[in-house]
C-alpha cells in the first residue's frame, strides 16, 4: 500500500494558479468557494487520498505547499 | 480516525532555505517563481548558501534579490553578465549566477551575454525565456515566436518585417567558452525537477573553472500571453517547444 502523506497549504500566500491541482495524481486538491485576504482562490484539500509525492509543491511557483509524509 | 501526520519527523517537502520568507509578487502561476524555487534548491542540495553571489536583472525579476537569501546585486539591463564576470574574477572562490529573461539577456544584453561565453567566464547564467517583454506590459522580444501577438506586432510577428525569433542558447553554445548549454522548463512537477538537475550541474562545473554554462528555462507569461495558467503552460508546450526544444545543447566532452 502505498504510504500515506499530508498537506499543509498556507492559504493566505495562494495565488489560485491551480497548477497543484493538475498537478496532484490523488485528486487531493481543489480551488476553495471563498476568497484569502488578497481576493484570490485558494487551493484546499477534498480527501485524504494524499501520499506526500510533494508534486504540488515542486510546481506551487509561490511555495504555498508544504508536504509531510508517514516514515 | 487518521493519525496526524504533520509532525517534523515527517517533513518531507517545504520551502527552500536559500529563499526569504518574503512573499514573491510574479503573477500567478508564472514560471519565475518555480524557476527561482528550483535554483534555490540546487543550492541548498549543495550547500554553498553562504558562498553564492547573484546578480538580478532588469524585468519581472528585478526584485530577485528580495527572493533569493544568498548574496545578490542588481545590473543595469542587460549587464548581469559583465557585473558577474567582475565579480567573479575579484571572487573567483565563489558560485556567481546571474538570473535573466530573454529582454535583458537576448536583446539590450545580446553583447554582454555573447562576450561572456566567449571568454568563457566560470558563471551560470540563467535564462527565463517567456518570449515576450513581461515586466514593461508585453512588447515583442527577440525571442517572440513567428505569428506571435504582441503589444508591438499585434497581428502577430511577421518574419519579413520583424525578423526572425532568436534561439541565442544555441548561438552561445558555439562559443569556445561556453561549457554547458542546456533548455528545460518548470511547469510540470518533472520538468521543474529537471531544471533542479541542471542548476546543480551547471553550479558543480563552476568548481572545475570550465567555462560559462547557460541554463534556459522556456516559461509562461500567463498576464500578457493573456491566458489563465494552466492555458498559457499548455500554450507553451504546443508553440515554444517545437521552436525551442528542451534538452542538453551543449554538453562537456
Ligand atoms: C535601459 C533600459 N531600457 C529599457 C527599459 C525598459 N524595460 C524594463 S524591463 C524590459 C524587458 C523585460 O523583459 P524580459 O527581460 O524578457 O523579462 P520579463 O519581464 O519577461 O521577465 C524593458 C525593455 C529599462 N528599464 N532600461
Ligand atoms: S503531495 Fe502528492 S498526493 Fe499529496 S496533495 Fe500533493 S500532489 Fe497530491
Ligand atoms: S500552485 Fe500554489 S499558488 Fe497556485 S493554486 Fe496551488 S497552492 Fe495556490
Ligand atoms: S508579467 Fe508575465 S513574466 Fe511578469 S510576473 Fe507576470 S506573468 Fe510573470
Redesign the pocket.
Known sequence: MAKKGDVVIQIEKCKGCELCIASCPQNVLAMSDKVNAKGFRYAVKVNSDCTGCANCAVVCPDAVITVYREK | MAENLIKPENLVYEKSKSMTERELH??PG???GTAHRMLAEAIDDLDIQGETIGIAPVG?SVLAYYYFDVDMLEAAHGRAPAVATGIKRVLPEKYVFTYQGDGDLAAIGTAETIHACNRGENILIVFIN?GIY??TGGQMAPTTLENMKSTTSPRGRDIKTMGNPLKISELVAELPGTYYATRHSVHTPANARKTKRAFKKALEYQKENKGTCLVEVV??????WKMTPAESNKWMEENMFPFYPLGDIKTPK
Open positions: 510574479y503573477c508564472c514560471g519565475h519581472c517567456n513581461g515586466m516559461s509562461n507569461c500567463p498576464s500578457n
